[in-house]
């Protein structure tokens, strides 16, 4: 049996006790640290610069997993169905995973037909593990931004990141919190998660992390207090609820997550006036 497979069944019998979306997220964080060994190992891909929740939980210690990897192209360069293919390749002939891929836009699912495999889906259930990777046009991104290189030792992978500075990547998180327009909903269009859990688990970490807002890059705003405004308007409105049920599946701790639902809404108002 292929070592990838090896390691990817390990993972899913240490976390045995946790709920398969838990365990997909788990997975996703093991195959991501390969996608970015190979994009900036790769001349054509270096310069992209990676931001986002992912960014902050594979090079900062957020706690908690991430989906997706979000990067800013801010050359302009980057042809997305080269990098797909790309992708494919180096996952089939260097890491022994097949993949297919499927590309919408600005965005690249790269598809594993591995769950059935691990024991997380039935026959009745998808075989694909979903790794989605998204390349933002940064023609439009702001121009009084920092970028940093991160380095990052993972899985006996030692990559060099290029990602922005924290006060830069708080901002992005700001925009869309201000932006976001999120939801699950069932079959019956009944809303299950109104709100993005991760954005304000994120911005907590921040907030607690005093990182300086570069405020430049928030457009939105005229001043830090207007911003102050804003965003206090829009905690007040959070739900709970949805809190809780988006968070569940990137942190092992269920009891943390269920009492932070509680809690986040005075931890946020509190921290926000801190900031700056």
Known sequence: ???????????????????????????????QVFALNFIYSDKKYGNLVFYGGSVLSQCYGLPRFSEDLDFVDLSGQIKIDNLADSLKMYFEKEIGLSVATKIQKFRIYLKFPILRQLGIANDSQSDWLYLKVEIFDGSDFCKKYKTEIRPLFKFNLSMLIKTFDLSTLMATKIRAILHRKWGKINKKGIILISVKGRDYFDLMWYLQKEVNLNLACVK??????????????????????SVVLDLENFIADKEFVKNLGKNIKDILKEEIKKLH
């Open 1 to 31: 049996m292929k070592k990838i497979i090896l390691e990817l069944e390990n993972i899913v019998k240490e976390n045995s006790d946790k709920t398969d979306s838990y365990k997909l997220n788990l997975l996703k964080n093991y195959l």
């Open 220 to 241: 939105e705003v005229e001043s830090m207090e207007e911003l102050r405004k804003k965003l206090s308007a829009i905690i007040d409105k959070i739900d709970s609820r």
